[in-house]
């Protein structure tokens, strides 16, 4: 059972959120928070897996909160539900600590893919959320001719990607790198939610895109 806080400035949607954070089985809430000070001192006592955020909250904003959170002793993580989507902002909370980020517009459907991912202790971003962050992030490499700090991918999972592409089986990845089956399936299951995609055929379509990787 995962234990889930709520913070949100807006009674309503913290509401909205709860109905449809309860409807999964698996997901108990803790409690709801109505600033950035609640959720930080709720974690701090409660130590639950999730919060669930805002970012445009009073008292305390949702990423300084997501930093404050980050530097406590609990295992909680952070996912941001926000109406902002500016990359600058997704990067800085993404910074911060936070292990998903989705638009309120979002679908519900969405939610539990970030939570899902978040209590694997993997990134997941809104479809729209994910190619600004890459637009800006590749805009940015373009412009400078070296890859920013703030890049999406280690080298090893760039590596593997390109793998991927190349047709390679995750036996035969493996075989190659000197690492066990498992490691590659957790690469690749990386992979598809920092890139935001949920087939092989996207990944590469979204790797192509943005240059991330090179097919003759």
Do not use: C
């Not at 993580?77 to 500016?86: A, E, G, Q, T, Y």
């Not at 997704?90 to 292990?99: D, I, S, T």
């Not at 090893?156 to 590659?184: D, F, H, P, W």
């Amino acid at each position: 059972m995962l234990k889930v806080i709520v913070a949100d400035d807006h009674h309503l949607v913290r509401e909205g959120i709860r109905a449809l954070l309860e409807k999964n089985g698996n997901v108990q809430v803790l409690g709801e928070a109505s600033n950035g000070i609640e959720a930080v001192k709720m974690v701090e006592t409660l130590s639950p897996d999730l919060i669930v955020m805002d970012i445009s909250m009073p008292k305390l904003d949702g990423i300084q909160a997501t930093e404050q959170i980050s530097k406590l002793n609990v295992p909680t993580r952070v996912i941001i539900l926000s109406m902002h989507s500016k990359a600058s902002i997704v990067q800085e909370v993404l910074r911060k600590g936070a292990k998903g980020y989705l638009l309120k517009s979002a679908i519900s459907e969405e939610l539990s893919l970030a939570i899902q991912a978040a209590s694997h202790d993997n990134i997941y971003l809104s479809p729209s959320v994910s190619l600004s962050l890459l637009d800006n992030l590749w805009a940015l490499q373009a412009e400078t001719g070296q890859t920013h700090h703030d890049d999406l991918l280690t080298a090893r999972e760039r590596q593997v990607l390109q793998l991927i592409a190349e047709g390679y089986t995750n036996n035969e990845i493996a075989a190659m790198l000197t690492v066990s089956v498992k490691t590659v399936e957790k690469h690749r299951t990386n992979l598809m939610s920092k890139l935001n995609v949920h087939d092989v055929p996207s990944l590469i379509r979204t790797a192509i895109k943005y240059n991330l990787i090179f097919i003759d």
